[in-house]
């Protein structure tokens, strides 16, 4: 990890650096430079914790000792006992469709190192996708704060530990600097404190790494914006091209018929877990988010780009294609 | 012979027997039902298991209507059981040069 410049935003004299961490870009904005400095040790600190907590590629990290205790319950840090929860609480609300037992699916498709060091190119998979068990197998007491996770199964909190790094260190800077803060976790944004005048503009793009190279930019006053994409972090094997979004019912890649999908709700998990989810649901993702109200906006592959419930309907959609507007849904 | 006043004597004591009976039956009820409550309270805390409770999604995917029994108390997190998700103003497009960029994971 390495702090950026700072750079001064167009509206208002905002603190931004930019840094590597968890094998991706963070991003950090403050309401005030003259805040940066403190928020950036702050969000090093949350960073650090949970990659000690939650990285299922670091062999000394908690989770990594977790999955090894064959079955046995094992006292968790605060940390990870939230990291765990939260992602069992993920998988109920989005019907099992992002899953934390998808660890050792993920490591049969190839993913089973940082991702900088999956090799782009190689043979074919030598054995068939396997299912995720199920996240009620896992064991929580709260009492003790300890979990148990069942021999043979292995967690990945990839697809909520980062929004969750994001809320909890926006929320921490917030609360630090009595002022507004912005933090964007590969690609999942958690804005926290007073809100600006305008928001934060946050650009959307399917790959949140690089340079923004147009596309739409909203701004966001409150809670997280997370994008899933199916395009970014892809690999082959054989003939296959595989993505790091999985079914948890198949233990495979997830339908490829979305390229993007954006979700903004009042937390950043809760924004990745339904971004996420939309993917694993496919053609059925606008009907669902619409259903629960949730503002997203959804690109397919050919381009046709689907928003839901109040996101903003764009006139000419992304690459050209058309653009459909789904009304919100009530919650039931 | 038992004369009237002896009539209204007997059904006064009788009355009043009565009385007593239901004031001791309410006690005894108010004291079960407290009794109850505190045992059931000691139980609930001294053994804590997982709880059930209905899931609001239709998973599709075999999982059990079960949760894990702690709330995750994260300064984010997602709002817990059937509640629906709490309202937030939904994004509005602007001009603004983006602070940050949300999308797919890239390096």
Known sequence: MGGGPLV????????????????????????????????????????????????????????????????RPVRVSELLYEAVSVACLVAERTGGAVDPTVGRAVAALGYDRDFAEVAEIGEPLPIQPVPAPGWWLIELDERTRSIAVPPGVSLDLGASAKALVADRAACRIASITKSGALVCVGGDVAVSGPPRDHGWPVGIAVDSSGPFEGGPVVSVTAGGLASSSTAVRTWHRGTRRLHHIVD????????????????????????????????VWGESAPDRLATIGLPARLVRHDGVVSTVAR?????????????????????? | MTTPWHYAQIQARRDETFERVRRVFRWTVVAALAGAAVITGVVAREIPGRSTVATTSNSGSGAPATTPASSPATSGGVAGGGAPPPQVTPPAPTQSPPTAVSGGTGF
Do not use: Y
């Open chain 1, 8 to 71: 001064k935003t167009e509206e208002r004299a905002a603190g931004v650096t930019h840094m590597r961490a968890l094998g991706t870009k963070v991003t950090l904005a403050v309401d005030h430079d003259g805040d940066l400095r403190v928020a950036e040790v702050a969000l090093r600190h949350e960073l650090a914790a949970v990659d000690h907590a939650c990285s299922r590629f670091r062999s000394d990290s908690e989770i990594q000792n977790l999955s090894a205790m064959g079955g």
């Open chain 1, 248 to 279: 948890p019912t198949t233990g495979d890649c997830a339908s490829d018929h979305w390229r993007l999908v954006s979700v903004a709700v009042v937390s950043c998990v809760e924004a990745n877990a339904f971004s996420t989810a939309a993917i």
């Open chain 1, 311 to 332: 996101w903003p309907s764009e006139p000419s959609a992304e690459m050209g294609s058309a653009s459909v507007q789904r009304a919100g849904g009530r919650w039931r």
